[in-house]
């Protein structure tokens, strides 16, 4: 069935580094694809989405491209903050309408 | 403005009791879900619903209940039933065209029984 691997974390550090997180799709069709970022304590936020093959989505330094044929949409960053500590979901949406499938989710951690 | 509230943000339940958490949104969407979300184990869908006085059951729909009396409203009742319900628990809604689906989440309530 329909289901999205990520990444397990926790991933830590230091400010400026670089970042990636891994996330695979298995579905049928063309799926939409999203990354959500949760800060501690808050509902999740779209971060980025891209609906088509060799889309990029980006926001706030953010990018991921939509690779059908690795069935992948990783999500990097070329330069983290202290202020990008949360935790972020790959999720796509599936053959139900509207209905979202997600990732377990990583712990992103910067220090200073 | 536009988005999602979820009351109360924090619950406290005795064993036993059933309690019910609201969730009401003003986007003018027709999809809503409830989600719930326990440390490493992400997101599972409870509940959603497309329209108005229908719903389906998600993955883990035991021991829950809900109800889509308005098309902005999707409360969300935790039974007796359910076996583990301390958790954090999430509303979200969406168009069903368009937006390429995208869900827009309120901030959660966190439900811990006693």
């Known amino acids: 069935g329909d289901s999205v691997t990520q990444m397990e974390g926790p991933v830590t550090l230091s400010e400026e580094a670089f970042l990636t997180i891994n996330c695979t799709y298995t579905?049928?069709?063309?799926?939409?694809l999203f990354w959500y970022v949760q800060y501690p304590g808050e509902g999740l936020q779209l971060l980025l989405k891209?609906?088509?093959?060799?889309d990029k989505g980006s926001n706030k330094g953010f990018e991921a491209t939509y690779r059908k044929e690795t069935t992948s949409f990783h999500l990097e960053k070329g330069s983290v903050q202290v202020s990008d500590s949360a935790v972020y979901f790959c999720?796509?949406?599936?053959?139900?309408?509207?209905?979202?499938?997600f990732g377990r989710g990583t712990q992103l951690t910067v220090w200073p | 403005d536009g988005g999602i509230t979820q009351s109360p943000k924090y619950l406290f339940r005795k064993e036993g009791q059933n309690v019910t958490l609201s969730c009401e949104q003003n986007?003018?969407?027709?999809?809503m879900y409830w989600y719930r979300q326990d440390p490493g184990q992400g997101l599972r869908l409870i509940y959603y619903?497309?329209?108005?006085?229908?719903?389906q059951k998600g993955d883990i729909a035991e021991g829950y209940s809900v109800s889509r009396e308005k098309k902005e409203s999707f409360p969300l009742t935790v039974t007796s039933a359910q076996k583990n319900p301390t958790a954090f628990y999430l509303c979200a809604s969406s168009m069903i065209e368009g937006q390429s689906g995208e869900l827009f989440f309120g901030e959660g309530s966190r439900l811990t029984v006693l």
């Open positions: 986007l003018n969407h027709d999809a």
């Open positions: 579905a049928t069709g063309y799926p939409s």
């Open positions: 619903s497309q329209i108005v006085n229908d719903f």
């Open positions: 999720a796509y949406r599936g053959s139900t309408l509207g209905r979202l499938y």
């Open positions: 891209a609906t088509k093959a060799d």
